[in-house]
């Protein structure tokens, strides 16, 4: 079992940058895919970000490339999610998901730990 706990969530205006953190606790990161996710008010959950277990192999979203980079530090069972120009519509509940696998999913369905999420508010 893992438990995941998302941290650093928190308003900000349009251009400015947020560091998300996911830390497990229960179980180390070792062969564990990882992934962020969000969720907008009234929308579905949709991928953001992923990462591979080693060596770490990312994913993205088209609308967060060149934005956001995902990370992951193994030796403190962390995952980091950095924001850059952040923008209005990136407004979401951001979640942590993990999965007993080498390589990421970009569905929601296929992960099997879930964290219990962190606002991000972005002001125009």
């Known amino acids: 079992q893992v438990q995941l706990v998302e941290s650093g969530g928190g308003l900000v205006q349009a251009g400015g940058s947020l560091r998300l953190s996911c830390a497990a606790a229960g179980r180390t990161f070792s062969n564990l895919a990882l992934a962020w996710f969000r969720q907008a008010p009234g929308k579905e959950r949709e991928f953001v970000a992923a990462?591979?277990?080693?060596?770490?192999?990312?994913g993205y979203a088209d609308s967060v490339k060149g934005r956001f980079t995902i990370s992951r530090d193994n030796a403190k069972n962390t995952l980091y999610l950095q924001m850059n120009s952040l923008k209005p519509e990136d407004t979401a509940v951001y979640y942590c998901?993990?999965?007993?696998?080498?390589?990421?999913?970009?569905?929601?369905?296929?992960?099997?730990?879930w964290g219990q999420g962190t606002q991000v508010t972005v002001s125009a």
């Open positions: 998901a993990a999965v007993r696998t080498y390589y990421y999913r970009r569905r929601s369905s296929e992960y099997e730990y």
């Open positions: 990462i591979t277990w080693n060596p770490a192999t990312t």
